[in-house]
Nanobody, 124 residues
Framework: QVQLVESGGGLVRIGDPLRLSCAAS????????MGWYRQIPGKERELVAT???????NYADSVKGRFTISRDYAKNTVTLQMNSLVPEDIAVYYC??????????????????WGKGTLVAVSS
C-alpha cells in the first residue's frame, strides 16, 4: 500500500508565501517523478509543477517565477514553495507520484498515485 500525504495548505493574503509538502510512504520500490497538480471545482485538474528523477523541473506558465518545486530523494518527499500568491492560485492542490510499489514492480508497471488534496485559499 502506497500513501501520499499532503500538508501545508491554508488561507493566506495576496502576495503571501505558502509551502506545501508531500510525503510518500508504504511499500515503494522506486519513484520516477513527483509533482503537484491543482483543481478548481468544475474544471480539469491541471499541472502545477513536476520534478522527475535527476531531471529538470517543469512548471505551468502561470506559476513560473513564483513557485519552486523540490524533492528530498532520501525521504521520498516533494515540496512546493509558493510565493506571491494571487486569487488565481486558489484551488485544491494534489500531490502526485509516478512510482512502482513492490507489487507494481512485480507486475512490470509504474503507476500514478495521488494524495487526497489540500486547499489553498488566497484573500484580498
Amino acid at each position: 500500500q502506497v500513501q501520499l500525504v499532503e500538508s501545508g495548505g491554508g488561507l493566506v493574503r495576496i502576495g503571501d508565501p505558502l509551502r506545501l509538502s508531500c510525503a510518500a510512504s508504504g511499500s515503494i520500490f522506486r519513484i520516477n517523478s513527483m509533482g503537484w497538480y491543482r483543481q478548481i471545482p468544475g474544471k480539469e485538474r491541471e499541472l502545477v509543477a513536476t520534478i522527475p528523477n535527476g531531471g529538470s523541473t517543469n512548471y505551468a506558465d502561470s506559476v513560473k517565477g513564483r513557485f519552486t518545486i523540490s524533492r528530498d530523494y532520501a525521504k521520498n518527499t516533494v515540496t512546493l514553495q509558493m510565493n506571491s500568491l494571487v486569487p488565481e492560485d486558489i484551488a485544491v492542490y494534489y500531490c502526485h507520484a509516478n512510482l512502482a510499489s513492490f507489487d507494481d514492480y512485480e507486475a512490470g508497471v509504474d503507476m500514478d498515485y495521488w494524495g487526497k488534496g489540500t486547499l489553498v485559499a488566497v484573500s484580498s
